[in-house]
């Protein structure tokens, strides 16, 4: 094939997809432009990315035995201290996810480390009704790599809502000879000066050490026999007939659960007569889903689409709750297998607990067996 390039193009508009979000293991995105810089005509790109094949380290910053932060630290603000740490950072080939939790007092940080007023504000103190409590507090968020080199700056404006909140700082991959990674904090003012607040050295050496605690290395299956997979041994399982529910306690000492149902013959064919053997309609109308959203104080639905993960193709839905100031997060994934209809969910009452185990939720609906 031969390619003849006869005039160069400047575009004077382009229109970028700052972010594309996508639940599928693999994607690809098709760009046709008809206009370049007042010249007509058509072009075409194709985007392809892969995700099957992901391999993803990650590196801990929590003591799982005493059930505490590796790494808390103070952080100065125009009104009461908060106190920040830094949970994990998880690098792929495709970038680096770096996962922060902010507190909104001191409480938990050592006490030769906190910082002047010491004192922790309760939700029962009369201080926690001075308008101060509510006002925006501006930060630059700098992370660099051990050579200097910018991996990111942003801001971020912090309020003190919420006593907790989970954040992910999201940015490029660095080179794989860096063996640590420094994490600035900085107070902006009025006129955004900076003033240095908080500093993490980060050592990602022990990025390359997998977490054992999620592998997979059991081979069960349902009491009927019908269905067999694979689950983490150091997680606690529940096995009947029809169900599987593992569960276990994540890094935060969350509650993380995931369960497999199957629904009997009977009860696959009442839900495609009813709803035409279709899954989107079968998972819209699941009373357990109906239920939640109809019941939360607010909810958010995050994604619905079709989806294929290992080798079942089917439907799913993310979607978050609030309750009791809680906005727990669920992924249902729906498939169909010999005629009979299943689902797969993934929930706990913080979205980042879901979030860090997405990839044992995948893992574990791949492992899935008939005979």
Known sequence: MIFLLFKNYIISTLYSIEKFESNLNSFELNI????IAGVKGEWNFDLKLDKTNKVENKVSFYDEQNLKDINRIAIKTNYTPISMNVTSISTSEFSTLMNITIFANQNGVKDENKIEPKKDISALSSEYNDPRWSEEEKFLFEVKDELGND???SEYTYTRTDW????KLLFPNFSTDNKKI?????LLGENNEKELVGKFDLSIEQSQNKDEKNKLDKTESMSNGSVIFNVPSKWNVDIEDKSVNMYTN??????INI???EYSEDESNKLKE??????????????NYKYDIKNAEKHKEISKSKEKIGNFEGYQITYTVLNDSKWMK????WFENNGKIYIVSIFSDTEISVDNNISVYNNFIESIQFK
């Open 259 to 261: 369960q497999l149902y």
């Open 250 to 255: 994540d890094s935060y000492g969350d509650l």
């Open 182 to 186: 420094i994490f600035n904090i900085y």
């Open 164 to 167: 907790i909140k989970n954040e």
């Open 330 to 333: 669920q992924k249902d994934f």
């Open 151 to 153: 991996l990111l700056s």
């Open 32 to 35: 046709k432009v008809t206009e």
């Open 274 to 287: 009813k709803y035409g053997a279709d899954l989107e309609k079968i998972a819209n109308n699941n009373e």
